[in-house]
């Protein structure tokens, strides 16, 4: 599998983007989900753990699950997330992990993954009974925020209708939008949503 994010690794932390997008997600996230001292936590698409960073301190342990092993290893090398996150680098909808959590996040993955629907259900089958997910991703756009022809992109954006109920289909509950940021990009902005739901 090639790593399209290779080239991006090195410097992805001092991007002010993915800056941005993890404070905004992260600050929504402790609002919205209670981080408990005995959870454990998937962070799906963790990259170098700008959402890790904020999650471990407050659970007992993350797993970091990205396809990209560059990003990986600029997780690994944090010294503030040793003993605190194991790295996982492989395809959930592939290779299962062999452990429940009790919560999902994700920032920024979802439109990384084409079938969404299939996404949904193999988070659902990772949550423990009652388990949540916490999912952050960009509301729907004309796809550019991304450059065009961006490899790896396969969706412009959630309307938040829709995935509402794909999150239902998956076995979903209490689902509720959060407004978790806005990235400007000249005279554009692009609102980005966190979505909280129950593994029914």
Known sequence: MTDLFRDKAQGWDSRPVPAQISEGVSRTLRRAVALEPHMRVMDLGAGTGLICAQVAPFVDHVLAVDVSGAMLERLAAKPELQGKVSIHCQ????????????????AMAMHHIEDTGALLRALHAHLVPGGRIALADLDAEDGSFHPAGTEGVFHAGFDRGALSDQLAEAGFVDVSFHDAAVVHRGDRSYPIFLVTATRG
């Open 91 to 106: 395809d959930i909808l592939e290779e299962p992990l062999p452990d429940r959590v009790e919560l999902v996040v994700s």
